[in-house]
Structure formats: structure tokens, C-alpha cells
């Protein structure tokens, strides 16, 4: 962990819905086609560090274009998300799961890295990202989102070993799909497991966190940084820390000081401000940034960052504001002098 002159700021789904710039591009094409077009996915990946300044891009694409490329057909439906129309539910149905080759099934994201590390030109880290076996099988397994994801608890309670199966061949696919992401130029990853929380502690345990495990053991990286964000998982720290990841991203539910206190350096940390804070003024925004600041305390070792996604009816001079606030308040926490980039490295 290198000491920064700041803090560094980026914003999970900084390049959305949000941004007026991005709105233009999808009146013109779906979410899919800007996914699978590698021109559109970098322009729109870089559109948050030219318009809000953030200290990092994060690729543009879909935590479900893994089970896609492994034989199974979603649509993305505005206002309703994404829908599979055959979701797996027997042991027939995982048969369509094939082993993805990411360099070809997925190659438009490589595409895109590329293209976004050429365009970036060294500015800012580049990130990369997947979800995690559990969240996909939330997914694959529901066939949409869901409010009390019954049917993929109905499996892993009453098909265990079914459940198991299906998540073995996820972590697989994500593994090789991370490792690709790093071989085709990302400098960092993210994993988000954003149902984690769905789960008690025990079966967290079980149906997700031994599979991020292994898939952070078997990514092929150098120097790139394993960002662990796992939603509603704020029970045990220790556990999060303990996996191989270099960074924990924390929801808003829990003090980043306390965790930090916890962890004694463990990990860097990642978060945690409420995304409907930038809904408020710029001043009530720029107490937000200060109380979280001032909760981690001195030196490095924080990315800021919200505590989930930014909501897609933000107003974009908010998000600004916070990411100036940041970069300005955080000066007092930080007596080194260094690169911003040093926690991510370009």
C-alpha cells in the first residue's frame, strides 16, 4: 500500500444513466449493442474521467455477459432489467453451460479494454470487473431480478449439490474471464458480489465466499489489485480480508473507521458513502465526504467511492462535487507526498 498526496475517488457505475453524454449514445443503440461494440463501450467508459474527473475508469459492459457467452440467451429490458428466458433449474438445464474461451467468447470486452487503455493514455488506473458466481446464479437461476430470490434459495436449501455444480462452472468461467481482463491491459478488478447479503453468515460461507476464494487464487495477475466488494456482507471483516483480496469496498451500512480498526492494514478499503446522499445540496454532500474522511483517518490505504452504484437520476454536478470535495478535503488526511495512482497503479 503506497501513500497518496490524497485520497483517490472513483464511482461504481460512474459511466450510466446518469450522465446526459451517455443518454445521447443509448437513444441511438441498446444496452447489448454499446456492450458488444467496442468503440461505444470505450467511449463511454472514459466519458466519467473527462466530465467528473474521477481518479479511475471502470470498463463498460455486464456482469451477465458470462453466462451469455456460456450458452445462455438474456435481454436487457428497460425498467425491468435483464431477463433469461430459460433459466437454469435442473440438472438437464446446466448441460448448456459450456467453458468459455474469454479471448474469443468475450472478445468485444477485450476489444474494449484495448481501445479504453489507448484512448486513457495513461491518465488514470483502468478497471475491470466481474460478478461473482453467486450473484450470477442469482440471475441465471431466477431468470430476472427478484425481491426474495426464492427460487435460487429453494435450490441451494433443497438441491445443494445442484447449486454447487452450477457455481463451480461460474467460478471457472469468472476466474478465466478476470485473468483475460488483466492480460488484454485492466490494472485493477473488481468483483462485486452484490447478493452476498441475501445469504446468512453460514451460507455465505458456503454458496459464495469459498468461490471467490478460488477464483482470486487462480486469476494469472502481476501487480493488479483484487477489489472485493460484497454487499450487506459487513458481519465478519476479518473473513473478507483473509481471501487474497487487496481491497474490501464496504456498503454505507457500516464506519469505514471501525472496519479499518478491525482490519489493523490487512487490506486497503474501499467506499462507503450512501449513493442518495448525492441527491442532497453540495454542502450537506461535502459533510458526507468530511465524516467519512475524518472516519478513516490518517494516511492511505482508502478509495473513495459510494456504497453502491450511483442512481441513475443523479445530477451529474453533484457527483462532480463530491469528487472535488474528495480530492480537496482529503489533503489534510495525507502528509506524503506521491502519486494519486498509488493504489492503483497504471
Not at 474501499?270 to 448525492?278: A, F, K, R, W
Request: with cysteine; proline share 5%; hydrophobic share 40%.
Amino acid at each position: 500500500m503506497e501513500e497518496t498526496n490524497r485520497t483517490p475517488v472513483w464511482i461504481m457505475r460512474q459511466a450510466g444513466r446518469y450522465l446526459p453524454q451517455y443518454r445521447a449514445i443509448r437513444e441511438k443503440y441498446d444496452f447489448l449493442t454499446m456492450c458488444k461494440t467496442p468503440e461505444l463501450a470505450a467511449q463511454v467508459t472514459i466519458q466519467p474521467i473527462d466530465l467528473i474527473e474521477v481518479d479511475a475508469a471502470i470498463i463498460f459492459s455486464d456482469i451477465l455477459v458470462i453466462p451469455e457467452a456460456m450458452g445462455m440467451h438474456f435481454e436487457m429490458h428497460e425498467g425491468k432489467g435483464p431477463m433469461f428466458h430459460n433459466p437454469i433449474r435442473t440438472r438437464e438445464d446446466v448441460k448448456q453451460l459450456k467453458r468459455i474461451d474469454p479471448m474469443k467468447d468475450l472478445v468485444f470486452v477485450m476489444d474494449a479494454i484495448s481501445l479504453s487503455k489507448k484512448e486513457l493514455n495513461g491518465r488514470v488506473p483502468l478497471i475491470g470487473f466481474s460478478g461473482s458466481p453467486w450473484t450470477l446464479l442469482t440471475y441465471i437461476v431466477e431468470g430476472s431480478g427478484s425481491k426474495n430470490f426464492a427460487t435460487v434459495k429453494r435450490m441451494v436449501y433443497d438441491n445443494p449439490a445442484l447449486a454447487h455444480e452450477i457455481l463451480n462452472k461460474l467460478t471457472e468461467a469468472v476466474a478465466d474471464y478476470l485473468s483475460a481482463q488483466i492480460e488484454s491491459g485492466v490494472n485493477a478488478i473488481q468483483i462485486f458480489d452484490t447478493w452476498g447479503g441475501i445469504l446468512s453468515p453460514g451460507d455465505f460461507e458456503e454458496f459464495s465466499l469459498q468461490y471467490i476464494t478460488k477464483i482470486i487464487s487462480l486469476i494469472k495477475k502481476k501487480n493488479e489489485p483484487i477489489i472485493l466488494f460484497a454487499k450487506g456482507v459487513n458481519y465478519n471483516p476479518l473473513k473478507l480480508a483473509s481471501i487474497g483480496a487487496d481491497v474490501i469496498g464496504l456498503d454505507w451500512t457500516i464506519e469505514i473507521g471501525k472496519v479499518r480498526n478491525i482490519l489493523e492494514g490487512k487490506t486497503a478499503l474501499q467506499g462507503n458513502m450512501d449513493p442518495t446522499i448525492l441527491y442532497a445540496n453540495k454542502e450537506r454532500i461535502k459533510k458526507e465526504v468530511i465524516k467519512i474522511l475524518k472516519s478513516y483517518g490518517n494516511g492511505g490505504g482508502h478509495i473513495f467511492n459510494l456504497g453502491h452504484g450511483i442512481l441513475p437520476d443523479v445530477d451529474p454536478d453533484n457527483a462532480k462535487a463530491m469528487v472535488n470535495f474528495v480530492k480537496k478535503e482529503s489533503l489534510f488526511y495525507h502528509k506524503k507526498e506521491s502519486s494519486i495512482k498509488g493504489i492503483i497503479n497504471v
